[in-house]
């Protein structure tokens, strides 16, 4: 029976076969305390036990249809994460008796901060943007999460070059909201663009991407 670094190893290169552009793990109990729980006052993970399997799944602008929110159905783009998460807990649990289940994307359904997560899983680094800037793909790359009852050794995050570094502000230059008026990100400013597009009454809503289009760093 293999150990749980040499199945950890194997969810890796089963989630890109399920279609997966990217995945790495993190232990749970690393999201505990995590930056952005932190600025939340909030807790991160609801476990310390196990880990969480992150899969990115690229939405470049070729893709439109990816991002675009429907009312109790989230986005397709997440859809299609969704199912490779389940089919990644079903493989682990049929393969290896390991019990494993898909993350709800909402941390009120249980969710976690899934962009720590995939900072701290090694896939990319955060920018000023704040989104994640993964090699090769930029931000243009959303994130799902399977939890795992599987050991997985406590690494350091790779020391990574800052993706911002010498950048001209494309993003703060783009956004719509004036979100970085302040020299940093503003999540209140961008959250307020985004439920005023889901109070717009419309069935589909392509929400704002314009920071994360703009944005040179880390394709």
Request: aromatic content about 6%; some cysteine; hydrophobic content about 35%.
């Amino acid at each position: 029976m293999p150990n749980d670094p040499e199945i950890i190893r194997a969810a890796i290169r089963k989630a890109h076969e399920l279609g997966a552009d990217v995945a790495g793990t993190v232990p749970a109990k690393r999201l505990i305390g995590c930056p952005s729980a932190v600025a939340d006052g909030q807790k991160g993970s609801q476990t310390d036990r196990g880990a969480y399997i992150v899969l990115g799944l690229s939405h470049g602008p070729e893709h439109p249809e990816l991002d675009l929110w429907e009312p109790d159905r989230g986005t397709p783009g997440d859809r299609v994460l969704a199912r490779i998460g389940k089919d990644l807990a079903r493989w682990l649990q049929e393969e290896y008796g390991v019990r494993a289940r898909l993350i709800p994307y909402q941390l009120h359904d249980g969710g976690i901060y899934l962009k720590d997560a995939a900072s701290l899983a090694g896939i990319g680094r955060m920018g000023r943007n704040n989104l994640v800037l993964v090699p090769g793909y930029g931000p243009r790359i959303r994130f799902r999460a399977v939890w795992a009852d599987l050991d997985c050794p406590e690494e350091p995050s790779p020391v990574r070059e800052d993706p911002c570094a010498g950048c001209e502000q494309y993003c703060a230059r783009a956004c719509p909201m004036d979100a970085f008026a302040t020299g940093r990100f503003s999540r209140a400013r961008c959250l307020a663009r985004m439920d005023a597009d889901k109070n717009s009454g419309r069935e589909r809503i392509d929400h704002c991407r314009a920071c994360e289009l703009a944005c040179p760093g880390g394709g």
